[in-house]
Nanobody, 126 residues
Framework: QVQLVESGGGLVQAGGSLRLSCAAS????????MGWFRQAPGKEREFVAG????????YYADSVKGRFTISRDNAKNTVYLQMNSLKPEDTAVYYC???????????????????WGQGTQVTVSS
């Protein structure tokens, strides 16, 4: 059974930083792409960042490009999201997810992910 557990969320002032972690278990972590999504109150879940199974390719939503960095440590079965220069509009529940297939597919499409974590709350105050 695949499990994804996010951590690192919290309350931070605008301009601050947080690092989210997502620990995976139950499958060969290093063989699958990973992604981060977020959902703000009253809004649909949206793509934030994605990373290939090797870590050699990364993908970002325009809204976070230049501020957020996704990375992974396959030895620790963990993917990270470093978030800098946080803005109030970054406030959301952040979810990590793992791809359902080893084949390439659009990282920004939530339908291409098979397993999801429970989410971690990030709140940015102005």
């Amino acid at each position: 059974q695949v499990q994804l557990v996010e951590s690192g969320g919290g309350l931070v002032q605008a301009g601050g930083s947080l690092r989210l972690s997502c620990a995976a278990s139950g499958r060969t972590f290093s063989e699958y792409g990973m992604g981060w999504f977020r959902q703000a109150p009253g809004k649909e879940r949206e793509f934030v960042a994605g990373i290939s199974w090797t870590g050699g390719s990364t993908y970002y939503a325009d809204s976070v490009k230049g501020r957020f960095t996704i990375s992974r440590d396959n030895a620790k079965n963990t993917v990270y999201l470093q978030m800098n220069s946080l803005k109030p509009e970054d406030t959301a529940v952040y979810y990590c997810a793992t791809k359902g297939s080893r084949l390439y597919s659009d990282y920004s499409a939530s339908a291409n992910y098979a397993y999801w974590g429970q989410g971690t709350q990030v709140t940015v105050s102005s």
